[in-house]
């Protein structure tokens, strides 16, 4: 994803994970398992990580799931579900897979973490800004940047109405990054909105936003006088897209 631009930094984050489908929808609801993995165990982490893919395309796993690393050694699983209920039936799929995979692989695998912790939010088409013909491609995405922004409580109409401004703004400009935009679930700091955008990889991404701060840079600085006065704090990040260890349910 490419900037989003009301700060110096743009907000992205989950590349998706997005069908046809999904995209004319209003919402998407999404739960993410975050596993943060020892760093001696990194390469076993990634071998049995193959093998519990391969599983779940052997045993028609129901649910799709995405796959994004930190620096810090976080793996993301993000999974778009239709209601809370389905993370319960997440789990209970998961563990018809360790039955097949074996307790002893099980443990293995459970002892290359430190630690875990899940959370759930809801992605905001209406909010988010989808070019006709993105550049690139969402299923080109391998490398993506978010940004956290936590609002003062009772400003989040106002920064919804930002946003919009600044969707007409990129518009008229034919801005041709796509960024997204969702709101914090069950696990997050809430009031929070969060922010999205991709590239093909690290390089791909800063090329588009060396461009963008030279062409928009100017136009967005009215709007970013207003947005930063809607902020409690924010908080930044990216992560790469792990194909390899992702499942897409056909």
Known sequence: MKKFYFLPILALMLVSLLTDAQENKKEQLWYCYVETVAPEALFEYQEMSVELVALAKEHDFPFSFYVWS???????????????????????????????????????????????????????????????NPRPEIEEAGYLQYQEFHLIPGKQKEMEAIIQDA?????????????????????????????????????????????????????????????????????SGEVFYKKTFSYEKE
């Not at 579900?81 to 209970?92: G, H, P, Q």
């Not at 007409?168 to 997204?180: S, V």
Request: glycine content about 4%; aromatic content about 14%; proline content about 3%.
């Open 167 to 235: 969707n007409k703004l990129l518009a008229e400009h034919n801005y041709n990054d796509a960024w997204y935009i969702a709101k914090a679930g069950i696990g997050m700091q809430m009031p929070s909105l969060i922010a999205w955008s991709y590239g093909k990889d690290a390089q791909d991404f800063y090329t588009q936003d060396k461009k963008f701060q030279e062409e928009l840079g100017e136009a967005f600085k009215p709007l970013n006088k207003r947005f930063i006065n809607c902020l409690a704090s924010v908080k």
């Open 70 to 132: 930190s620096r810090d050694l976080e793996f993301e699983v993000w999974y778009p579900i239709n209601s809370l209920d389905d993370i319960n039936a997440i789990d209970e799929s998961w563990n018809e897979i360790i039955d097949q995979w074996g307790q002893e692989k099980a443990m293995a695998f459970g002892k290359t973490k430190t630690k875990n912790n899940s959370f759930t939010m809801t992605t905001l088409y209406e909010l988010s800004y989808q070019p006709t």
